[in-house]
């Protein structure tokens, strides 16, 4: 059973352009979560679905980031425009309803 | 307000030396999860713990959901135990986890 895929594992974009993140979770998982991950904060959350039902937008990403869920096995994050302080890993997780998360590898993001 | 603190920051360990670290809630949680990472690689899920005390192999996590505390205990330390471990907190059913910072923990020959 493969564990949750994402790409690409790089990014790097010029300030301003919009790029497009994806994910996919494992099988059968009902949750899906949008992480960035930076040494300064830690892991924020980005977005949270439950049955691609978006639960959570995680607030202060909401201006210039948007994550979807199109089926339940395969989801996107595009940040747009992008500035050079989004340059993070992010991380896409999955779960089954209240269970543990498996993470994906992460795609690292850098914007000149 | 960060809703999850651990400690300590850092860790520098003798190979075979045990390790303890901890992390605690600002708000009532009733799930906690620990997770390891290596430098550029993936958050591993290292044990699923809501309550009380659960093993897996040399590691032990102990919660104790009344006093919004747990704990994970690293027997007999290996380098390759060497990485980040964050814990997780799940507030309550259908919302999502917040994390600590992690604990970076060098385990040295």
């Known amino acids: 059973d493969a564990g949750v895929t994402q790409t690409p594992r790089h990014e790097v974009a010029e300030k301003g352009q919009t790029i497009i993140l994806k994910c996919e979770p494992v099988?059968?998982?009902?949750?899906l979560f949008w992480y960035r991950q930076t040494k300064i904060q830690g892991l924020e959350l980005l977005s949270y679905f439950r049955s691609k039902s978006l639960m959570e937008d995680g607030g202060a990403f909401k201006d210039r980031f948007k994550a979807e869920m199109l089926n339940s096995s395969f989801s996107t994050l595009k940040i747009q425009p992008t500035e050079p302080k989004d340059s993070a890993v992010y991380l896409c997780?999955?779960?089954?309803?209240?269970?543990?998360?498996?993470f994906g590898p992460g795609t690292r993001l850098t914007v000149l | 307000e960060q809703q999850v603190q651990q400690s300590p920051a850092s860790l520098v360990l003798q190979e075979a030396e045990n390790a303890e670290l901890q992390c605690s809630f600002s708000i009532f949680t009733n799930q906690v999860q620990w997770f390891y990472q290596r430098p550029g690689g993936r958050l591993v899920s290292l044990l699923y713990?809501?309550?009380g005390t659960k093993q897996s192999g040399r590691l032990t996590s102990t919660t104790v959901i009344k006093e919004r505390r747990s704990s994970l205990h690293i027997s007999s330390s290996q380098i390759t135990d060497s990485g980040t471990y964050l814990c997780?907190?799940?507030?309550?059913?259908?919302?999502?986890?917040?994390f600590g910072t992690g604990t970076k923990l060098q385990v040295v020959p």
């Open positions: 099988s059968g998982h009902n949750d």
């Open positions: 997780a999955s779960s089954l309803e209240n269970y543990e998360q498996y």
């Open positions: 997780a907190m799940e507030r309550d059913s259908g919302t999502y986890q917040r």
């Open positions: 713990n809501p309550s």
